[in-house]
T-cell receptor
């Protein structure tokens, strides 16, 4: 079993829909990261959180440390949100990251 | 733009060869991480350097090595290349917070 599990693996949504991507992990962590990878390959850090909730524009990330679970929400989704979203955990050992397998999101008009 | 640069962007080489990938961290960042992204294994941590010293090692093969120089840039050396080494190689730098900033990656193709 992977230390970091994401669901769903693939997600197709229509423009304007509310999207949720889930991440569960099995180890103690000091922080959890949500990353975005566009088809060109580059990786962008969206959020780093260790408790509670963070919001940037239409993106919201939450984490429940007791349940070892995090969610990434996208409100009013748009085709430019189409990307792979990757959850990664920092178990506190030199801050090296362990990654989930990613969720491929496609938002259509 | 994350402020992290990687060269080259693409690299095509043959089995058995040796290549060097280069990474320059964000100005002032002392930590550099190397990650490999392959189709079958996903993203995996390879190695971390902090201010010139190796700090942590992950799933890095013995054929691979890295170093960080006094100007804080880092190089990842891959030798005796095999087809399975074809992947995207990312470096990331970390400053005083724990957030990591990723470079654009080097796409390595081994033929």
């Amino acid at each position: 079993k992977n230390e970091v599990e994401q669901s769903p693996q693939n997600l197709t949504a229509q423009e304007g829909e509310f999207i949720t991507i889930n991440c569960s992990y099995s180890v103690g962590i000091s922080a959890l990261h949500w990353l975005q990878q566009h088809p060109g390959g580059g990786i962008v850090s969206l959020f780093m959180l260790s408790s509670g909730k963070k919001k940037h524009g239409r993106l919201i990330a939450t984490i429940n440390i007791q349940e070892k679970h995090s969610s990434l929400h996208i409100t009013a989704s748009h085709p430019r949100d189409s990307a792979v979203y990757i959850c990664a955990v920092d178990a506190g050992t030199a801050s090296k990251l362990t990654f989930g397998t990613g969720t491929r999101l496609q938002v259509t008009l | 733009d994350s402020g992290v640069t990687q060269t080259p962007k693409h690299l095509i080489t043959a089995t058995g060869q040796r290549v060097t990938l280069r990474c320059s961290p964000r100005s002032g960042d002392l930590s550099v991480y190397w990650y490999q992204q392959s189709l079958d294994q996903g993203l995996q941590f390879l190695i971390q350097y902090y201010n010139g010293e190796e700090r942590a090692k992950g799933n890095i093969l013995e054929r691979f090595s890295a170093q960080q120089f006094p100007d804080l840039h880092s190089e990842l050396n891959l030798s005796s290349l095999e087809l399975g080494d074809s992947a995207l190689y990312f470096c990331a730098s970390r400053g005083t917070s724990d957030e990591q900033f990723f470079g654009p990656g080097t796409r390595l193709t081994v033929l």
